[in-house]
Antibody, heavy 120, light 111 residues
């Protein structure tokens, strides 16, 4: 069974940093591109970043470039999201998701999400 | 503002059909990029509902169908059921942004 488990969320002050992790199991992690998607309270889904299966190709939402860094470890079957200079508007549930990759670019498996709250 | 435009809400009675539109531009849907649809039940993570415009993953009822034409895509739910009350999101890729993009989401209410 495919499982994605996010961790690392919590309360942080504006300007602070936080590192999220996504632990993957039940599938060949190294074969899939992975994504981070976030959802502010009561709002819609917002794509954050993606990283290719080998880690060579990384994309970020324009509004986040320079503050967020995504990485992956194909030995440990994990992905991370380093978030710096956090703002109140970064408050959201952060989901990691797997890109299906064979038949489509759809996100076919999602974690349960981890809540990041940026507040003084 | 989301790159893909969806109506904020749609509603229908049980057994009726509702349709959710997803309007993009020549940089995303109109450029030929696939559209995917997700269902998000209250308090849960999104779930893939339709991939590559028209395809249903295993386990998704055939009451859900997708289509795409030009710069728009649509999700239809036929034979609406109470359990279909949820938020629905479309997603595609935008080559001017070099980014994946979501619609703003549509809340489906079963009357």
């Amino acid at each position: 069974e495919v499982q994605l488990v996010e961790s690392g969320g919590g309360l942080v002050k504006p300007g602070g940093s936080l590192r999220l992790s996504c632990a993957a199991s039940g599938f060949s992690f190294r074969r899939h591109n992975m994504h981070w998607v976030r959802q502010a309270p009561g709002k819609g889904l917002e794509w954050v970043a993606s990283i290719s299966s080998g880690g060579s190709y990384i994309n970020y939402a324009d509004s986040l470039k320079g503050r967020f860094t995504v990485a992956r470890d194909n030995v440990k079957n994990s992905m991370s999201l380093e978030m710096n200079s956090l703002r109140v508007e970064d408050t959201a549930v952060y989901y990691c998701a797997r890109e299906e990759g064979v038949r489509s670019t759809s996100l076919d498996s999602w974690g349960q999400g981890t809540l990041v709250t940026v507040s003084s | 503002q989301p790159v893909l435009t969806q109506p904020p809400s749609v509603s229908g009675a049980p057994r009726q059909t509702v349709t959710i539109s997803c309007t993009g531009t020549s940089s995303n849907i109109g450029a030929g990029f696939d559209v995917h649809w997700y269902q998000q039940l209250p308090g849960t993570a999104p779930k893939l509902l339709i991939f590559a415009n028209t395809n249903r993953p295993s386990g998704v009822p055939d009451r859900f169908s997708g289509s795409k034409s030009g710069t728009s895509a649509s999700l239809a739910i036929t034979g609406l059921q109470a359990e279909d009350e949820a938020d629905y999101y479309c997603q595609s890729y935008d080559n001017s942004l070099s980014a994946s993009v979501f619609g703003g989401g549509t809340k489906v209410t079963v009357l």
